[in-house]
C-alpha cells in the first residue's frame, strides 16, 4: 500500500542552526511533492513544490531536495529562528483523472530553542 | 487575489444532529475543491474532492456528504453526527494545475 513517512518524534534544534526534516515514501510514483507548515490549530500554509525532474528547489532560507531513487525529499531551514517552531507536512499527488489528490504525511514537529 | 473563507471555526453539537459546513473561494473559476478531516495527533484525511459543480468524489465511506452546489462553493454535511466525526475539518482549493494547496483556517468540530 502507499505510504508517507515523516519522523513522528519532534525535532528540538538551537536557533541559528540548520534544520533537516526527512519525508520517506513507497509505492508512489508522484510528480511533484509539496511541503507545508501548520501551526496548531490552522489551515496548512504552502511553502514549497518540487517537480520530479528537479533535484533541489530553494526558497529564502528554505531548501527542499527530493530523490525518486531513494524516495525521500529531505526539508532544510537554515539559519533556524523560533518562529520557524511549527509542524511541517510533506504531501505527493496522485494524478487521477487529470486531477491531482494530495496525501499527506501526518508532519513532524520542529522546535527552535532561543 | 484568491483567498478562502470556511465558517464556523468551532461547532459543539450533540450525537445525532445534522451537520453543515461551508466553504467558499474568491479570486479564481474553477477551481479544485476538497474537504479534509485531521483528528488529534493524526494526518490530514481527505474525504471528499470536486473538479467542478456536482462532481464530487469520496475517498472514505462513512456517513458525511459533499456537495458543491455552485462553482466555488463546497458544502460538508451529515444527516446524523457520531461522536468519532468529532475533529479538524478543512477546506482547501487549488487551481486544477499543480501549484499548491490553499487551506481554509478550519472548523473545529466537538461532538457530545
Known amino acids: 500500500s502507499q505510504k508517507i513517512e515523516q519522523n513522528s518524534e519532534a525535532l528540538n534544534i538551537q536557533e541559528g542552526k540548520t534544520a533537516t526534516l526527512t519525508c520517506n515514501y513507497t509505492?508512489?510514483?508522484?510528480?511533484?511533492l509539496q511541503w507545508y507548515r501548520q501551526d496548531p490549530g490552522r489551515g496548512p500554509v504552502f511553502l514549497l513544490l518540487i517537480r520530479e525532474n528537479e533535484k533541489e528547489k530553494r526558497k529564502e532560507r528554505l531548501k527542499v531536495t527530493f530523490d525518486t531513487t531513494l524516495k525521500q525529499s529531505l526539508f532544510h531551514i537554515t539559519a533556524s529562528q523560533p518562529a520557524d517552531s511549527a509542524t511541517y507536512l510533506c504531501?505527493?499527488?496522485?494524478?487521477?483523472?487529470?486531477?491531482?489528490?494530495?496525501?499527506f504525511g501526518r508532519g513532524t514537529s520542529l522546535i527552535v530553542h532561543p | 487575489s484568491q483567498t478562502i473563507h470556511q465558517w464556523p471555526a468551532t461547532l459543539v453539537q450533540p450525537v445525532g444532529s445534522p451537520l453543515s459546513l461551508e466553504c467558499t473561494v474568491e479570486g479564481t473559476s474553477n477551481p479544485n475543491l476538497y474537504w479534509y478531516r485531521q483528528a488529534a495527533g493524526r494526518g490530514l484525511q481527505l474525504l471528499f474532492y470536486?473538479?467542478?459543480?456536482?462532481?464530487i468524489s469520496s475517498e472514505v465511506p462513512q456517513n458525511l456528504s459533499a456537495s458543491r452546489p455552485q462553482d466555488r462553493q463546497f458544502i460538508l454535511s451529515s444527516k446524523k453526527l457520531l461522536l468519532s466525526d468529532s475533529g479538524f475539518y478543512l477546506c482547501?482549493?487549488?487551481?486544477?494545475?499543480?501549484?499548491?494547496?490553499?487551506f481554509g483556517s478550519g472548523t473545529r468540530l466537538t461532538v457530545v
Open positions: 504531501a505527493l499527488d496522485n494524478a487521477s483523472g487529470g486531477s491531482y489528490i494530495p496525501t
Open positions: 470536486s473538479v467542478g459543480i456536482g462532481q
Open positions: 509505492n508512489y510514483s508522484p510528480a511533484y
Open positions: 482547501a482549493w487549488s487551481p486544477g494545475w499543480q501549484g499548491g494547496y490553499t
